[in-house]
Structure formats: C-alpha cells, structure tokens
C-alpha cells in the first residue's frame, strides 16, 4: 500500500510538473525566441535620449517634445525636431563609420540615430529597452569646423526703431504709442511703443537691471549701461553644454571678452541614456 502511494505521488508530481512547463511553453510547443536585429537590417526606430541628469535631449516622440518645449528655462538644450515619427536606418555600424569620417560637426537629429543604428544589433524588434551610446571625436574634423570664438558681451540700445507692418503683424494691428508687450525675443522683458515714423516705430527695451535670461549657449545677463544702451552678457561655464540650431557642443575655455565652443564632442561629451523601440520591417524576419 506504502508503495502504491509513493507510485500516485509520484504521478501527481509528474502532471503538476507538465502543468508548469504548458503554462511557460504552451501546449503548441516551447516559447518561441525573440527575432534580432542582424546588420544590414532595413528599420524604423523610435526614441527618447536623456543627458546624465535625467533632462531629455532629444526624442522622436512628439508628446514628449512638448513637454520638453514647455520647459526651456529648465532644459535648455532639448533639440526640437522638423518632424516626429520613427525614424528609419540600416542596422550596423556602416552610418556611424561614414559619419566619423567625416570632417564636420554633425547635427544631433543624424549622429543619434548612426549610433544608435550600431547599438540595435542583436538586440530585439518589437520591444522596448534601454541602450547607452558615447560619442566619438571624428578624428579628421578640421579646427575651424570644430572650435567657434563668441563674443562674451554686447553693447545693444534700449531704443530702437521696428517696422511698423511686422510689429502690428506680431502684436496687433492696433499697436501705438503707449502701448506695452511682452517680448517673447527675451523672456521678461517689454517693449513699450513710442512714435511712429512713417513706416517704422520706435521701441523702448524694458526689463529689470540684472536681469538672466536661459538661453541654449549658457544665460544672457542684461545689465543696464545708462539710458539709452545696455550690455548683454552671456554667463557659461567650462564644460557647459551648449547648443546652435540643431548642433550641440560644450564650453572649451573662457576669456575675458570671449568663450569657446568645442562642437566635436558628440552629445557634448556626455553619455546618453536612449529608451528605443526597433520597428520590425522585414517581412521574412518573423518568430519561427
């Protein structure tokens, strides 16, 4: 009896155990084995790529950019896209070679992208996942295509005369003298309307002595000279990243009246934390 037991147990282990393996594999067969990006793979890729401190750089998530917009004066240099949409590539490094051989700076919406075409291979279509890509130096990137000298302060005047027809066009068709708007060109400050001449009308800059304005190549600093000028400083520090249109770079040197810009740098030297999502397109690169 004691063994005709041990026998019933024995075939109840063995029907929980087959239990367990129908409930992982299936009762068709085993789970069947993610498909992987191979080189020379034709791809659509979506992505969000964030600097070391958790602020996005760039994406190509349109809801995620808006976001971003809405947060300049925090994330100074989120690089905003012409289009939002997954993007396409060939799997491997043949972009990312091309693109070190180049001579130039390249923008941030191409090199991303070449990098992270490299980093996709042998990694999963149709799945969400993290990849890290560091920038390299192009090794023959010209000097003057790498380093940009920019002058430190302006002197600019507090008055000066606009187009009459654009600044109606931009503020109203009713714009006169007296009247006062926000200056959207510098966040803070105003413009207050004086007399109109002919087909121009005079513009009175106002804002606080002192004032810092976020701006992608550091801050500008407005500081009042007397009544009529005022300098525009731009405050960075060594190793700031900074950004141009759709270049980014970082602060090579400070001097008295002028910063360096070092644009070879990709992602200005800084790693990037890439959440990425790999379109499948091949037709014949389905689970088996």
């Known amino acids: 009896m004691i063994q005709a037991m041990g026998n019933m147990r024995m075939r109840w282990l063995a029907m929980a155990a087959a239990v367990c393996i129908a409930s992982v594999y299936g009762c068709a067969g085993m789970v069947k084995p993610d498909v992987l990006v191979q080189p020379g793979d034709a791809v659509m890729i979506d992505y969000?790529?964030?600097?070391?401190?958790?602020?996005?750089?760039?994406?190509?998530?349109?809801a995620k950019a808006i976001a971003a917009e809405g947060k300049k004066a925090a994330n100074k240099?989120?690089?905003?896209?012409?289009?939002y949409g997954p993007v396409s590539a060939t799997a491997?490094?043949?972009?990312?070679?091309?693109?070190?051989?180049?001579?130039?700076?390249?923008?941030?919406?191409?090199?991303?992208?070449?990098?992270?075409?490299?980093?996709?291979?042998?990694?999963?279509?149709?799945?969400?996942?993290?990849?890290?890509?560091?920038?390299?130096?192009p090794p023959n990137i010209q000097k003057n295509e790498r380093y940009t000298k920019i002058k430190r302060r302006r002197r600019l005047?507090?008055?000066?005369?606009?187009?009459?027809?654009?600044?109606?066009?931009?503020?109203?068709e009713n714009i006169g003298p007296g009247d006062t708007v926000d200056f959207e060109v510098l966040p803070g400050t105003q413009?207050?309307?004086?007399?109109?001449?002919?087909?121009?009308?005079t513009c009175n800059l106002l804002f606080e002595d002192g004032l810092m304005i976020p701006?992608?190549?550091?801050?500008?600093?407005?500081?009042?000279?007397?009544?009529?000028?005022?300098?525009?400083?731009?405050e960075n520090r060594v190793g700031?990243?900074?950004?141009?249109?759709?270049?980014?770079?970082?602060v090579d040197r400070i001097e008295e009246e002028w910063f360096w810009i070092d644009w070879?740098?990709?992602f200005g030297g800084k790693p990037l934390d890439c959440d990425v999502y790999v379109h499948n397109l091949q037709p014949d690169k389905t689970r088996p």
């Open 215 to 234: 701006d992608p190549l550091g801050h500008k600093h407005l500081v009042k000279i007397d009544e009529k000028n005022y300098w525009m400083i731009t």
């Open 157 to 172: 005047p507090l008055v000066f005369d606009s187009g009459l027809a654009v600044t109606r066009q931009r503020y109203g």
């Open 191 to 201: 413009l207050r309307f004086g007399e109109i001449k002919g087909e121009w009308i």
């Open 77 to 83: 240099n989120f690089m905003p896209l012409r289009e």
């Open 92 to 137: 491997g490094d043949k972009a990312l070679n091309y693109m070190l051989q180049r001579d130039v700076a390249e923008f941030l919406e191409f090199s991303v992208p070449a990098y992270l075409a490299n980093g996709i291979v042998n990694k999963p279509y149709d799945r969400r996942m993290q990849i890290s890509i560091q920038g390299e130096i």
């Open 48 to 62: 969000s790529c964030y600097l070391p401190d958790g602020s996005l750089m760039i994406t190509t998530d349109a």
């Open 264 to 266: 070879g740098h990709p």
């Open 240 to 250: 700031e990243i900074v950004r141009a249109g759709q270049l980014i770079g970082r």
